[in-house]
């Protein structure tokens, strides 16, 4: 395994890392002020091809192997959190069932658009009775005719309040447990009997919208079952686990931002008649902080190169995902730590990355989860 990436991967995380840096970061306190994310920012990712990262040329996307799109999220957590929220669902767990198990028809269908930015994406599988535990999933998916008919609720769904298309997982057989569960391509705005909730007011990843997701006799054609019937779960255990190297991509991105304004601002801030660079507490932890980034980085690699060459990442993604959002919560109380005062102001994109950085030890499996994970395979 070759741990250093391709010119043109090198050469791409510069231009989103640029991006994110001269576009977004700008216009944090806008997108923190409205929780959204300006329009225009999304065209200009979508012609960056931000939305198309894990979709064929063929359908107008950019076409990237696991490798190429995580150093992409890599990239974009060197910004602001929520827009590179938008963009992973979207490009990660929202894309990926349909390019591994849509029929020619469905992409011609959705692709383009999802390439294009025109449609954007989300995944729902959790539920108020099955966050951690998907197995436990209530929502129903009945065959009626030409279409199957949707009952049941989701919540927390990224994109949801945006999202032109949603891969539903529902259960189609209840008498066989996981294995009657089915995916569905579910689209909001034109299906009768969807309704979005109100959005979700999260302590943080402001723009990154999620709202739940209600069905109530809603119709979703046969047409748009997405693969074989009965195998939503296992499917939606593969999308969950190559989602996780993406995550911990993004958080070693997010790690590699708060080094350099830890180093930025210990070079310039004076006390006691010296910058506090010269103070070894203050070495301490920024060496500890590229400890962390050095290993996240290598781990998400490693991964990212497992899932391009069809090697099992079940438990090698697990712990990923565990090292690398673990790391930076570390990371960011370090930051908050080096900036003193001002790390705990609102001005500080340092008190925004605290405050983001939370959630991805939640979401696509808890920490604990993770643990699991690893735990049982090891003991299998």
Request: hydrophobic share 40%; proline share 4%.
């Amino acid at each position: 395994m070759n741990f250093e990436l391709p010119e043109d991967l090198r050469e791409m995380q510069t231009i989103i890392r640029d991006f994110m840096l001269s576009r977004v970061e700008p216009r944090a306190h806008e997108i923190e002020d409205t929780n959204a994310v300006p329009p225009e920012l999304l065209r200009e990712a979508a012609d960056l091809g931000l939305f198309g990262l894990s979709i064929p040329e063929e359908y107008g996307g950019v076409g990237l192997g696991a490798l190429g799109r995580c150093a992409v999220y890599e990239a974009l957590g060197q910004g602001h959190m929520g827009f590179g929220g938008v963009i992973s669902a979207h490009a990660s767990i929202g894309t990926s069932g349909l390019v591994k198990l849509g029929n020619e028809e469905q992409k011609q269908r959705f692709l383009p658009r999802m390439a294009s930015g025109e449609c954007v994406a989300g995944f729902a599988i959790t539920e108020p009775s099955s966050g951690s535990d998907a197995a436990n999933i209530r929502t129903r998916a009945e065959k009626r005719g030409d279409v199957y008919v949707l009952n049941g609720t989701k919540h927390y769904i990224s994109n949801a309040p945006i999202a032109g298309l949603l891969t539903v997982i529902a259960i189609t057989d209840p008498s066989r447990g996981t294995r009657g569960m089915s995916a569905f391509l579910v689209e909001p705005q034109s299906t009768p009997g969807l309704t979005i909730g109100k959005i979700d007011e999260k302590m943080g990843q402001k723009g990154a919208l999620s709202a739940e997701v209600i069905f109530q006799d809603a119709e979703v054609p046969a047409a748009n079952l997405l693969g074989p019937e009965h195998l939503g779960y296992r499917e939606a255990l593969g999308i969950l686990t190559n989602g996780r190297v993406g995550i911990a991509a993004r958080s070693t991105g997010a790690m590699q931002r708060l080094l350099d304004l830890s180093v930025a601002h210990a070079k310039t801030r004076e006390q006691f008649g010296q910058p506090i660079a010269e103070f070894q507490a203050v070495q301490f932890m920024l060496a500890e902080m590229d400890i962390a980034i050095q290993t996240s980085r290598l781990l998400w690699q490693k991964v990212a190169w497992m899932v391009d060459h069809g090697q099992d990442v079940r438990r090698m993604a697990s712990v990923a995902k565990y090292h690398a959002t673990e790391a930076l919560s570390q990371v960011a109380d370090k930051a908050v730590q080096v900036a003193g005062g001002m790390g705990y102001m609102k001005d500080s994109p340092v008190e925004r990355y605290y405050r983001d950085q939370r959630l991805l030890r939640i979401y696509e499996g808890t920490s604990e989860i993770q643990k699991l994970i690893i735990a049982r395979d090891l003991l299998a």
